[in-house]
């Protein structure tokens, strides 16, 4: 699918691999990521748990259009490998960083943060804990995975949010099961 305003070829790295195919079902929600990077004038993003590599596309290929930087971190050799193919595949500006938020401590702004990292209550706390606090004022974060179908996400997200509920305005998706936290 091309994009009418940049003519951007989202569906590009479906020809990757049967492993870019994989998941059907997800295919209007990394159209949506991009175009929220788009809106929210992303320039530093960062994405917690590569999965099939559609996350690390999109925003990569958003980072490139704006000339900005995209990391996308995870702790499975496989996903890696599959971000490190899509971003020589397309020439996108994305660090690959091999790890979770115990072993990799962030240390500067973000403009959009996607967590779709382990989905144990433990894991994403520690997420939020580690990458949240980076977020800038007016910035984006993105929970996958968030409602009833995936109850440790919820229980985290919701635990963390309680805490740290002044600083954000948040928006349940059910739609795509993610939870929408602006940083006010």
């Not at 020589?88 to 779709?116: M, N």
């Amino acid at each position: 699918m091309s994009d009418p305003h940049t003519g951007a070829d989202l569906d590009a790295w479906h020809d990757l691999g049967a492993w870019a195919k994989a998941d059907p079902g997800n295919w209007a929600v990394w159209p949506l990521l991009y175009h929220l990077a788009k809106l929210m004038r992303a320039r530093t993003t960062v994405e917690v748990g590569i999965g099939r590599g559609h996350g690390t596309y999109v925003l990569g290929l958003h980072a490139k259009e704006v000339g900005g930087k995209h990391y996308a971190i995870d702790v499975a050799s496989g996903m890696i490998n599959r971000a490190t193919l899509v971003v020589r595949q397309f020439d996108l500006p994305v660090t690959v960083l091999h790890g979770d938020s115990k072993a990799i401590v962030w240390r500067q702004g973000i403009d959009l943060l996607y967590v779709d990292g382990g989905h144990s209550s433990e894991q994403v706390y520690g997420d939020l804990e580690n990458y949240a606090p980076w977020v800038r004022r007016g910035g984006l974060m993105i929970l996958d995975d968030y409602g009833k179908r995936h109850l440790g996400v919820t229980e985290a997200a919701d635990t963390w949010m309680t805490v740290h509920f002044a600083d954000w305005s948040t928006m349940g998706w059910p739609w795509c099961w993610w939870l929408l936290c602006r940083r006010l």
